[in-house]
């Protein structure tokens, strides 16, 4: 039996300034139980959320997150009987952005997330998952601030631990995103790697944050870094408390950028187990 461990109530926000130690286990959660995920761990985005991509993130359905057996399934679905009977309430129709007035694919997935329970300014994360396999499928480990103590994204920061886009599907893509340095400017930074199993077997991605570097791991083997060469919140916010997401998107800018196979679908995204340390 997998341990379930909780450890940072004991730990005050942003406590631990950077240092050469990040092995003090501070957030774990192996899955260990049955059902939706533990909700003193994980919270919901809900709605359509980003990048016009095509899943409604619903709230604590089943059908979409749940574990079981020591993994945490996020589970993207086509789901078009179950949202014309209107199942959830909402205005289907309704845009989110003027890109998508004409009609919503019936789609639903979920996006975890630590916002508002758990949130830590450098240290190492830990996620080992296997990915879906899907032309469409977009799934993520990635942190955000907890506030916007810079400004509305791009200008407070955005790390990406691991993305991975079904059309292509053997890379895995790193990025940080700054007022300086972001994707709508095409000069984020950011790197990719091969990997040709990444939907057949579980790998671990890690990553490290510390005041002056960021580093990335696949498997425990370093494969990416950036270093802190600038200073000033614009190409560096990274000195602020960040809450960790997962999720599983479907379809929109990149994901959707080679079209979407909704016949593929379910899919499913499994994460093993979560580690941060400090």
């Known amino acids: 039996m997998k341990r379930v461990l909780w450890l940072l109530a004991s730990l005050p926000l942003g406590l631990m300034a950077a240092c050469s130690a990040t092995n003090e ?26 990048n016009g991509e095509l899943q409604y993130y619903t709230v604590a359905r089943p059908e979409n997150c749940y574990q079981k057996d020591g993994y945490l399934h996020i589970v993207c679905r086509h789901d078009s009987a179950f949202i014309a009977n209107g199942r959830f309430g909402k205005a289907w129709a309704t845009p989110v952005d003027t ?8 789609v639903t997935s979920a996006s975890i997330t630590t916002k508002g329970i758990a949130e830590w300014k450098y240290g190492r994360v830990e996620v080992r998952a296997k990915l879906p396999d899907c032309r469409g499928s977009w799934p ?3 942190m955000k601030p907890a506030e916007n103590t810079y400004g509305e994204w791009p200008k ?12 292509d599907l053997p890379k895995v893509h790193y990025a ?3 007022e300086k340095y972001n994707h709508t400017k095409n000069n984020q930074k950011r790197h990719t790697v091969d990997c040709a199993t990444v939907a057949t077997d579980f790998h671990l991605y890690g990553f490290e ?19 802190k060469d600038e200073e000033g919140w614009e190409a560096w916010p990274f000195d602020q408390p960040f ?21 593929g679908l379910p899919q499913e995204y499994v994460i093993d187990y979560v580690k941060v340390y400090r």
């Open 209 to 227: 944050w510390r005041a002056d570097k960021l580093t990335w791991y696949l498997d425990g083997v370093e494969t990416y870094s950036v270093v």
């Open 156 to 167: 407070s920061g955005e790390l990406d631990i691991m993305e991975n886009v079904g059309y």
């Open 99 to 106: 890109t998508r007035c004409d009609s919503v694919a019936p």
């Open 243 to 263: 809450y960790l997401i997962l999720n599983f998107a479907f379809g929109g800018g990149w994901g959707g950028s080679q079209g979407v196979d909704l016949e």
């Open 140 to 142: 993520a480990i990635w």
């Open 25 to 50: 286990l501070v957030f774990e959660d192996n899955f260990d139980g049955n059902g939706l995920p533990d909700s003193t761990r994980w919270t919901y985005e809900e709605g359509y959320v980003r």
């Open 176 to 178: 940080i995103h700054t």
